[in-house]
């Protein structure tokens, strides 16, 4: 079935430190991607997603592209802050009407200033 | 527009009691998700809507487990009895079509 494998946590950054957290997948076909975001206290929130190959998705100065030759979908940052501390979570939406989400771990963030 | 409604935002119960939780999903948003998160890990399905229908139970541990969404809107689990490892965040999430599901805040089980 469909897997999503992330990178252990928590990772500990300075502030405007460059961030990577890694994300591979399995799935059956071509699954949409998303990273999901969760701060202190709150809900899940959309970060990003891209739904085909190659696609790049961004938002908040936070990227992941759509890798489908190395089955990645790594989110990076240039410069994190102190708000940026928080989960985040890499998922996939599978084929064939099956729009439910299957989610990695979570990777937690520290950011110190 | 408001977002997904979950209550209570914390139980907590003794084991083999019974428990509610209640979803009021955005407004329009035909497709309701239940999902299980378990400390640590990510949110895990436990069962799909569309509208009224169930479409997708497959993970739902139906001894224990029941769900309704009777009108097509909100929508109720329950767990009856609760066991020790039923303790957890339960989230709902809900969406339109294809578009990104929303979730509420969730409500954290705490089984003792």
């Known amino acids: 079935g469909d897997s999503v494998t992330q990178m252990e946590g928590p990772v500990t950054l300075s502030e405007e430190a460059f961030l990577t957290i890694n994300c591979t997948y399995t799935a059956t076909g071509y699954p949409s991607l998303f990273w999901y975001v969760q701060y202190p206290g709150e809900g899940l929130q959309l970060l990003l997603k891209a739904t085909k190959a190659d696609d790049k998705g961004s938002n908040k100065g936070f990227e992941a592209t759509y890798r489908k030759e190395t089955t990645s979908f790594h989110l990076e940052k240039g410069s994190v802050q102190v708000s940026d501390s928080a989960v985040y979570f890499c998922a996939l939406s599978g084929i064939a009407g099956r729009r439910a989400l299957t989610f990695g771990s979570g990777t937690r963030l520290q950011v110190q200033p | 527009e408001a977002g997904v409604v979950q209550s209570p935002r914390y139980k907590i119960i003794e084991k083999k009691q019974p428990v509610a939780f209640w979803c009021n999903p955005i407004?329009?948003?035909?497709?309701l998700y239940w999902y299980r998160q378990n400390l640590g890990q990510g949110p895990e399905l436990l069962i799909r809507y569309e509208n009224e229908e169930a479409v997708d139970d497959s993970q739902l541990p139906k001894d224990r487990f029941s769900a309704e969404r009777l009108k097509g809107v909100d929508s109720t689990l329950k767990i009856q009895p609760a066991e020790l490892g039923d303790s957890a965040v339960y989230l709902c999430?809900?969406?339109?079509?294809?578009?990104?599901?929303?979730f509420g805040n969730g409500t954290r089980l705490t089984v003792t």
């Open positions: 407004s329009g948003h035909n497709t």
């Open positions: 999430a809900s969406s339109l079509d294809n578009s990104p599901l929303h």
